[in-house]
C-alpha cells in the first residue's frame, strides 16, 4: 500500500450554514479525496463503524486524546474514516465529545472499497463496513500503512485492535522526525 494515490472518490457530508436556518441548519457538501488529501500531510484511521464497543472505547477515544501530539509530529490533521453516513458521524462525535478529529462519512464504502479494506459483516447485521486501519498520507499518497491482521469477510467475529492504534503510528512519525524537517502544518 505504500506509495499508493488514494482513490478519487467524492464524500457526501454535511457542514453547518447558519443561512440555512432553523433546528438543523446545516447543507450537504459534496468533499473529493484531494480535498482532504491534496497538499497536507495527514494521519488516517479506519474502523468497523460508529457506536461499536472498540471503536467507541479506544480508537477514536485514543486518536482524539493523541490528537495534540499527531499534530506536532509534522501532520496537518487527523481524520476518522466510517462506513457511515454523515448523520451517524456526526452524532458519533457528539456522543463521543470528539472535538478535533475530523470525520470523514464514506456511507456507500466507495473509499473503503477502493482501498482494498471493505469487508462483509452481515452475518453481524452491519453489512459492509471496513477492516481497520490507519495511514499516513502525503499530499494523496500513502506513506505508510498500518493493518490490523486477519482481514475477513467469513463470519469471523474477530475485531483486532493490536498496530492501528494512536501509540503505533506516533512511534512511526517519532522515527521519521529527525528526516523532515521544521513542522510546516
Not at 3 to 19: A, E, I
Not at 47 to 65: I, V
Not at 104 to 119: A, K, Q
Not at 124 to 141: C, K
Amino acid at each position: 500500500m505504500e506509495g499508493r494515490t488514494l482513490p478519487d472518490v467524492v464524500f457526501k457530508c454535511r457542514v453547518r450554514d447558519d443561512s440555512v436556518g432553523g433546528p438543523n441548519p446545516y447543507r450537504w457538501q459534496d468533499m473529493s479525496t484531494k480535498d482532504y488529501f491534496g497538499k497536507k500531510r495527514v494521519v488516517v484511521f479506519s474502523l468497523p463503524g460508529a457506536f461499536t464497543p472498540t471503536c467507541s472505547s479506544k480508537q477514536c477515544p485514543g486518536y482524539e486524546q493523541a490528537y495534540a501530539e499527531v499534530r506536532s509530529l509534522k501532520i496537518d490533521e487527523v481524520y476518522c474514516i466510517g462506513v457511515n453516513d454523515a448523520f451517524v458521524m456526526f452524532q458519533w462525535a457528539k456522543m463521543l465529545g470528539v472535538k478535533n478529529v475530523k470525520m470523514i462519512p464514506d456511507g456507500s464504502g466507495h473509499f473503503t472499497r477502493r482501498m482494498g479494506m471493505l469487508i462483509n459483516k452481515e452475518h453481524l447485521g452491519f453489512g459492509y463496513r471496513s477492516w481497520r486501519y490507519a495511514m499516513v498520507v502525503h499530499d494523496g499518497v500513502v506513506e505508510k500503512w498500518f493493518e490490523e491482521p486477519g482481514i475477513n469477510d467469513t463470519g469471523a467475529d474477530e475485531d483486532p485492535y493490536a498496530v492501528t492504534d494512536p501509540d503505533t503510528v506516533i512511534a512511526y512519525l517519532k522515527s521519521v522526525w529527525p528526516k523532515l524537517g521544521a513542522h510546516v502544518g
